[in-house]
């Protein structure tokens, strides 16, 4: 929840996504659903999954409902959403009757039972009946937060490790040595320079380093239910 990035994050300029609302939208995609247009229901309104999930929302272009503990009637909201996403801490906070059918259901949410195991803030069973997709607990939203952190990363080290390139080829404001020659570290048939990584922002010469959104994520998973 560093400053500068939650504040890019509402800006809209680039920086390091939350790995747990970052999943989220990936989870989403990977059904084929498009986010256009749709009625996105985000119940819970925390720093780290609530808020910054209901943004990357909007980002993409859904209309964009927060509900909450203090939602006066969470049914009525609820069951006009095309997706779900739930993050309160709570266990059956939704249940069955609270679905739109066809709905994408994302259960964010990790709880105990009274059995001692672990259950997420969705009704699994009644919702899987309604929901055309629904994540499991555990199995779902958390090894996708695993995956992002992982290509968040990858990015950073991208982003902070200087490039080697051919000393023949280094760009003007190479380091230099004293004596006037570039710093460079010998390998068994070239030399190479160190030169300065592409500013932040500049990301037209690197690979993406994730794979197309449209495609199911290994790490995580969102359910068929038919």
């Known amino acids: 929840r560093h400053v500068l990035n939650v504040g890019s994050l509402w800006l809209g300029r680039s920086c390091m ?3 747990t609302p970052e999943g989220i939208i990936r989870l989403i995609k990977s059904t084929g659903m498009e986010i256009k247009g749709k009625l996105a229901v985000v119940v819970g309104r925390s720093d780290i999954v609530g808020k910054p999930t209901a943004k990357l929302l909007l980002d993409e272009n859904a209309t964009v409902v927060i509900a909450h503990s203090r939602t006066a009637d969470l049914k009525a909201v609820t069951s006009l959403a095309d997706i779900l996403v739930v993050a309160v801490g709570r266990e059956k906070v939704v249940t069955g009757d609270m679905i739109k059918p ?3 259901v994302i259960d964010a949410g990790t709880n ?5 195991k672990l259950c997420g803030d969705v009704d699994y069973g009644p919702v899987a009946k309604k929901a055309s997709y629904i ?3 555990p199995g779902g939203v958390g090894p996708m937060t695993r995956a992002m952190l992982m290509v968040n990363t990858l990015e950073a080290a991208r982003l ?5 390139v051919p000393c023949s080829t280094a760009p003007s404001g190479t380091p230099m040595r004293s004596n006037g020659r570039p710093r ?7 030399a190479w320079c160190m030169a300065p990584s592409p500013p932040r922002g ?3 010469s690197r690979a993406p380093c994730t794979s197309s959104s449209t495609s199911p994520f290994r790490a995580g998973h969102v359910r068929p239910t038919r």
Not at 112 to 116: F, L, Q
């Open 17 to 19: 996504k939350p790995c």
């Open 102 to 104: 066809g709905a994408v």
């Open 112 to 116: 105990r039972n009274s059995e001692g």
């Open 135 to 137: 994540t499991p607990v």
């Open 160 to 164: 902070g490790a200087p490039r080697l």
């Open 184 to 190: 460079r570290q010998h390998s068994r048939s070239m």
């Open 202 to 204: 500049d990301r037209s």
